[in-house]
Nanobody, 120 residues
Framework: QVQLVESGGGLVQAGGSLRLSCTAS????????MGWYRQAPGKQRELVAA???????NYASSVKGRFTISRDNAKNTVYLQMNSLKPEDTAVYYC??????????????WGQGTQVTVSS
């Protein structure tokens, strides 16, 4: 019942920046947590960053200090600001939302993904 649409991916050189956006089809006030996952070719999908409805954030150790997750409740949108990008960050990035009462990640809704490619 929740559609998630990602945008903002693209091709950048190492050291560059991108900002990903994820817009939900309903108010994110009703979504317990939202996050970003990524999956590179030949690798399993991994959590990049997450933010709860209360504003608590969590980051993968590989991106902490470089990436920032944020919310704009009025726009029903979650952002992932990615700075100092590395070729290792190349992956399809997926928005994720949890509307269930349980807290075990990942959430029960996924976007279709947006490609991020970092060249060296």
């Amino acid at each position: 019942q929740v559609q998630l649409v990602e945008s903002g991916g693209g091709l950048v050189q190492a050291g560059g920046s991108l900002r990903l956006s994820c817009t939900a089809s309903r108010s994110i006030f009703s979504i317990n947590a939202m996050g970003w996952y990524r999956q590179a070719p030949g690798k399993q999908r991994e959590l990049v960053a997450a933010i709860t409805s209360g504003g608590s954030t969590n980051y993968a150790s590989s991106v902490k200090g470089r990436f920032t997750i944020s919310r704009d409740n009025a726009k029903n949108t979650v952002y992932l600001q990615m700075n100092s990008l590395k070729p290792e960050d190349t992956a399809v990035y997926y928005c994720n939302a949890n509307t269930r009462g349980v807290t075990t990640p990942p959430g029960n809704y996924w976007g279709q993904g947006t490609q991020v490619t970092v060249s060296s």
